[in-house]
C-alpha cells in the first residue's frame, strides 16, 4: 500500500501528540485510532498504516531483551537495568532471559542496537579470523 506525504505527516502528528514527557501514552493512542476510524479523513488506512509502524518501531525502542548465559543475580539485574537507563532514558521495559549456548557473558539488544559480548560471539569472531 503506497502512503501518501500527506498521510505520513499527518500520522507523524498524531504520534508525536500520543507522547507524554517523551514517552508514548497507550490511552492517547487507542482514543486517537478510534478518532481516525470514527472521521475517516481522506486517505485514512494510509494514516493508520504509518500510525501504526511508528507505534510499533517507539515500543521496539523502549523495550531492551538481555540473555545471560546463566541466571544473573539481583544485584546484576540491577545494575544492568541501571546502566540502560543512563543509556536509553527511563521507562525502558528490560525483558531477561537465559540463553545457556552463549556460554558466558551478556548479549543485549535494544531496538535496532545490538550488544553482544557473550563468549560465543568472540568465539565465533576468532573462527572467522582464521
Same mark, same amino acid.
Given at each position: 500500500?503506497?502512503?501518501?506525504?500527506?498521510?505520513?505527516?499527518?500520522?507523524?502528528?498524531?504520534?508525536?501528540?500520543?507522547?507524554?514527557?517523551?514517552?508514548?501514552?497507550?490511552?492517547?493512542?487507542?482514543?486517537?485510532?478510534?478518532?481516525?476510524? #470514527?472521521?475517516?479523513?481522506?486517505?485514512?488506512?494510509?494514516?493508520?498504516?504509518?500510525?501504526?509502524?511508528?507505534?510499533?518501531?517507539?515500543?521496539?525502542?523502549?523495550?531492551?531483551?538481555?540473555?545471560?548465559?546463566?541466571?544473573?543475580?539481583?544485584? #546484576?539485574?540491577?545494575?544492568?537495568?541501571?546502566?540502560? #537507563?543512563?543509556?536509553?532514558?527511563?521507562?525502558?521495559?528490560?525483558?531477561?532471559?537465559?540463553?545457556?549456548?552463549?556460554?558466558?557473558?551478556?548479549?543485549?539488544?535494544?531496538?535496532?542496537?545490538?550488544?553482544?559480548?557473550?563468549?560465543?560471539?568472540?568465539?565465533?569472531?576468532?573462527?572467522?579470523?582464521?
Amino acid at each position: 500500500m503506497k502512503i501518501t506525504k500527506q498521510a505520513r505527516r499527518d500520522s507523524k502528528t498524531l504520534f508525536t501528540n500520543c507522547r507524554v514527557n517523551g514517552v508514548l501514552d497507550e490511552n492517547r493512542v487507542r482514543q486517537t485510532v478510534g478518532a481516525v476510524i #470514527a472521521k475517516k479523513p481522506r486517505g485514512y488506512l494510509g494514516i493508520l498504516s504509518h500510525f501504526q509502524r511508528l507505534v510499533k518501531l517507539d515500543i521496539e525502542r523502549r523495550t531492551a531483551w538481555v540473555e545471560s548465559a546463566v541466571t544473573l543475580s539481583e544485584g #546484576a539485574q540491577q545494575s544492568v537495568r541501571g546502566n540502560l #537507563a543512563k543509556r536509553y532514558g527511563q521507562g525502558l521495559d528490560v525483558n531477561l532471559a537465559v540463553n545457556p549456548a552463549l556460554i558466558g557473558g551478556l548479549r543485549v539488544k535494544v531496538g535496532s542496537d545490538v550488544f553482544d559480548g557473550s563468549v560465543r560471539a568472540r568465539l565465533n569472531d576468532l573462527a572467522e579470523s582464521m
